[in-house]
């Protein structure tokens, strides 16, 4: 495999000062900000730069396309795991290959997504109130889980895309004029996240990932029938994060993850590009930075301990992965991904612990995420730790749970 000479990520804008949403997701952006490259995306890393790459991380990325020969015998990790996990993310896995050979594209990871049928010529005359009330209705029907819409901000839209094809960056494809962001996220299955660190678990992401991809492309497929552009994105293009923050989906936790009201950090965002008129929401605040402050539950349980017990910093790690000049909690990416290679699926044990990754659909959980939100915060805590919330269970739990349990 070739081995590009190791670069520093070189950037040619930079953005002085906060913009006004910024007030209100708690970011803090100077000066010396600059939009991330794709190119130093972990996951990209570990096809070029030999500080990342590994046996192991080959192993890693193989064991979702190999004929499951390489299970284990642990529980979590034998052949019926890895066997759904696999199937999980048969959709995510089918899309992104599609034009990957032919067209150099590998769309939903590196690429935004080109499946679509031409649009009307005519654009629908509803007025920018209409369309995102009805735009809303028909996302929730087209299967988002919760929708949000935001204004287009360039901060977070990658300066280049990738080819691990080429192994060279590509140039960015989006178009410059469009003017919202419509951003969904889709929930992750709550039982068979209590069985992390699994490979079952992993199935959970996958899921999440098909289940973003069908909603994703029929409201760009709706968008484009309305006569506007639209372009889906799921991993690829942008910073899903803070899109979904800034669309007020949730906040921003100390284990860099979305935290929405709804379903915690246990959920998968995609997100669509327009230029249909719309009206943004207003990021939302139920006090999930005062949770940080104080809980930390994240940094502990962390394996590799990549989560900060820090505040909020300019940390970027090795400087290559993160980005510069935005005050935030930052996790080590690559010790992160290490753990996962060395492990053969993906970690999401910060998710599990997390006091918001709870079945809100229980009073008990509804009322401690209540308390969450005010002075009763670290009772709540206490509680949820009293009452052993996001304590490991097995794999085999879940597989003699009832079908429809
Ligand atoms: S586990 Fe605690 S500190 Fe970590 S993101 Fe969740 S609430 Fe914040
Ligand atoms: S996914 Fe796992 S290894 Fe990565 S930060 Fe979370 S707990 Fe740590």
């Known amino acids: 495999m070739l081995s590009p000479a190791r670069e520093t990520p070189a950037q040619s804008e930079s953005y002085h000062g906060q913009r006004p949403v910024d007030a209100l997701t708690g970011f803090e952006v100077t000066a010396d900000f600059e939009r991330f490259n794709q190119k130093y995306d972990m996951f990209n890393r570990a096809v070029w730069d030999d500080e990342v790459r590994s046996e192991r991380a080959n192993k890693f990325f193989e064991s979702y396309f190999t004929d499951l020969a390489q299970f284990r015998k642990v529980e979590g990790f034998q052949h019926r795991d890895y066997a759904l996990r696999n199937a999980a993310w048969y959709i995510a896995d089918f899309t992104a290959d599609l034009l990957e050979l032919s067209g150099d594209r590998k769309e939903g990871f590196l690429d935004s997504y080109t499946m679509f049928r031409e649009g009307a010529t005519r654009k629908s005359q509803a007025s920018a109130q209409e369309h995102t009330a009805e735009l809303k209705r028909a996302g929730r029907f087209l299967g988002a889980d919760s929708i949000g819409v935001c204004e287009f901000d360039e901060r977070w839209v990658y300066t280049h895309n990738y080819s691990r094809q080429k192994l ?238």
């Open 168 to 405: 060279t960056t590509k140039a960015m494809d989006l178009p410059e004029d469009l003017t919202h962001v419509v951003v969904i996220v889709n929930e992750m299955d709550h039982a068979i996240i209590e069985t992390v660190p699994s490979a079952l678990s992993g199935a959970a992401t996958g899921q999440g990932y098909s289940r973003d991809i069908i909603a994703a492309l029929s409201i760009t497929q709706y968008i484009r029938n309305l006569g506007y552009r639209a372009v889906a994105s799921l991993n690829d293009t942008a910073l899903s994060i803070p899109l979904a923050i800034q669309a007020g989906l949730g906040q921003y936790g100390r284990h860099g993850l979305l935290i929405t009201p709804e379903f915690g950090p246990r959920v998968r965002i995609a997100k669509i590009f327009t230029d249909l008129p719309l009206n943004a929401d207003r990021p939302i605040d139920f006090g999930v930075t005062e949770t940080c402050n104080i809980c930390q539950r994240c940094s502990t349980a962390c394996p590799v301990k990549a989560i900060s017990f820090e505040e909020p910093n300019f940390d970027t790690h090795d400087g290559i992965s993160h980005l510069k000049g935005i005050k935030k909690w930052t996790i080590n990416a690559k010790q992160c991904f290490k753990f996962w290679a060395n492990q053969g699926t993906d970690c999401s044990i910060c998710i599990r612990v997390c006091p918001y990754n709870r079945d809100f659909s229980k009073a008990m959980n509804r009322i401690l995420r209540w308390m969450l939100s005010n002075r009763w915060r670290r009772l709540a805590l206490w509680l949820d730790a009293k009452l052993k919330q996001g304590e490991r269970k097995t794999a085999g739990w879940w597989w003699r749970r009832p079908a429809d349990g």
